[in-house]
């Protein structure tokens, strides 16, 4: 083959964004994400990787979340050496959460071993070391700008409005083809953030597909934050928000700002218990070049849109504990986003007893995380090898994600011109690929693909 694609992760399943393009006998890695959620996913991240790591020649990451960046550490500890190509802003982001998920790595690893782990010794997937060694390949590409690749290649980032530094990267090959890698499709008219760009044609086309099944619901989402805050006023409840420390945090300051500018919000404290989650808000402040029309205003107006007022940061693991010993009302904001690591699951251990705590889910939870396990009504779950009993009350926004449903991801594709040769559907679960096929299918008449975890395809 001159040119194919391999898809080695986000395959029917949401995590794990890793794609390999051959053009010409050189190899592009496109995205190296985490698996994340069940035990059976996780334990993919400690296989070999498919393509031995020396052998690549470029990697082209889209975007800063861990399912499409986590596993760059351990891929240059394997032995790749070559660039590493994103946005100035997701380098940026990069620099914060990369040495931040070694650091989790090496706790959880430490934890293990304290308790007695079935491994001997338990090791972290990759280090702080590892993470920070990764950083040093990093190469800055802006948006539009057409840059080289291996094997006669180019490519060239698109604003894909997912979170702050988010990209398509269109790649043209040496014959005139192209293939637009979707990354993560962002929402429209959402906070902050510009829309994603409009695509008109590509012979190839991978495109996400998380929430391919469902529509956003269209609540008033400072309506309903509102009506939180004040049953917390009221019945001195601590409301508990896993949230992502890109991209949701952020939109949630938003929201509470403006609560809090037209005066609807109660003076509850709040507090960002997550060092990542502040570091990456001062990006999302500083990074004007990729606001929307309505920031900017708010911005030159001398007000910040992003930060609520009095609200506390909590960077020290000492203060972290001492929020366990304060009673509410006041909101915890912090990672991670699925409760699936991270502080967020000290609080929910130390509170999901209480049925005065309020549990706000603001994101897709994976299939398998604690995050699920709580939407989904279980009575009991397990924390640290203990069984907690489930007696708060667990919510979710819909209207937060930063994933496009069916009817947006439908809206962006009715922009091409011409119909792409082949659409590869991929990072969704099976019931919403098929779902959104189907869709696809009756309204644009496009050929289809879901692609088989590992399966190569001719492009």
């Known amino acids: 083959m001159a ?13 794990g964004s890793q794609h390999l393009i051959e053009a010409n006998g050189k190899k592009i890695l496109i995205d190296c994400g985490l698996f994340q959620g069940s035990r059976e996913l996780k334990a993919l991240n400690w ?17 800063a979340h861990t399912d499409h960046i ?14 590493i190509y994103a946005t100035g802003t997701t380098i940026g982001l990069c620099r914060i959460s990369l040495p931040d998920g070694g650091r989790l790595q090496e706790e959880e690893a430490r934890h293990a071993n304290k308790i007695g782990s079935r491994h001997k010794p338990a090791l972290p997937l ?25 094997g006669g290649v180019t490519f060239r980032y698109l604003q894909a409005g997912h979170i702050l530094g988010s990209t398509f990267a269109e790649i043209y090959f040496d014959n005139g083809e192209k293939l637009l890698m979707g990354g993560d499709l962002g929402r429209f008219n959402t906070p902050i953030l510009k829309d994603p760009e409009p695509v008109e044609y590509a012979e190839n086309l991978v ?19 509102e009506e939180l805050l004040q049953t917390a006023w009221s019945e001195g409840s601590v409301i508990l928000i896993p949230s992502f420390a ?7 300051f938003y929201f509470l700002s403006l609560l809090q500018q037209e005066g609807r919000m109660p003076r509850i404290p709040v507090f960002l218990d997550s060092p990542m989650a502040t570091s990456v808000t ?6 004007k070049d990729e606001h929307d029309e309505e920031t900017k205003l708010a911005f030159r107006e001398g007000y910040n849109p992003i930060e609520p007022h009095g609200v506390t940061y909590v960077r020290d693991s000492n203060q972290s504990k001492e929020l366990n010993d304060r009673k509410g009302p006041m909101i915890i904001i912090s990672g991670s986003g699925m409760a699936n690591g991270g502080r967020i699951v000290h609080h929910l251990k130390q509170r999901l007893g209480d049925s005065r705590t309020i549990v706000l889910f603001t994101g897709y939870q994976a299939s398998g995380t ?23 009350r667990v919510e979710k926004l819909n209207s937060l994600s930063a994933h496009a449903d069916q009817g947006e991801i439908l809206t962006w594709l009715k922009e091409f011109k011409k119909p792409p040769r082949r659409t590869f559907i991929v990072h969704g679960e099976p019931p919403a690929q098929e779902a959104l096929a189907q869709k696809i299918r009756e309204e644009l008449g496009w050929e289809l693909t879901i692609p088989h975890f590992k399966e190569r395809f001719e492009i």
């Open 70 to 83: 986590g596993l760059l550490p351990k891929l240059v500890r394997e032995g790749y050496s070559g660039p």
């Open 207 to 225: 495109i996400e597909s998380t929430y391919g099944n469902r529509f956003h619901a269209q609540e008033d989402t400072l309506a309903r934050i």
């Open 282 to 287: 001062g990006i999302y402040r500083a990074a």
């Open 3 to 15: 040119q194919s694609i391999q898809f080695l992760g986000a395959a029917e399943t949401v995590t």
């Open 47 to 63: 296989l070999p990787f498919d393509s031995d790591p020396r052998d690549l020649d470029a990697v082209v990451v889209t975007h």
């Open 126 to 150: 990759y280090t702080e070391a590892d993470a920070y060694a990764c950083l040093k390949q990093f190469e800055p590409v802006g948006y539009h700008t057409m840059s080289p690749l291996p």
């Open 370 to 392: 604690l995050g699920r396990q709580l939407l989904e009504g279980a009575p009991m779950v397990r924390i640290h090898h203990e069984e907690i009993h489930v007696r708060a």
């Open 246 to 252: 890109i991209g949701r945090t952020q939109e949630l």
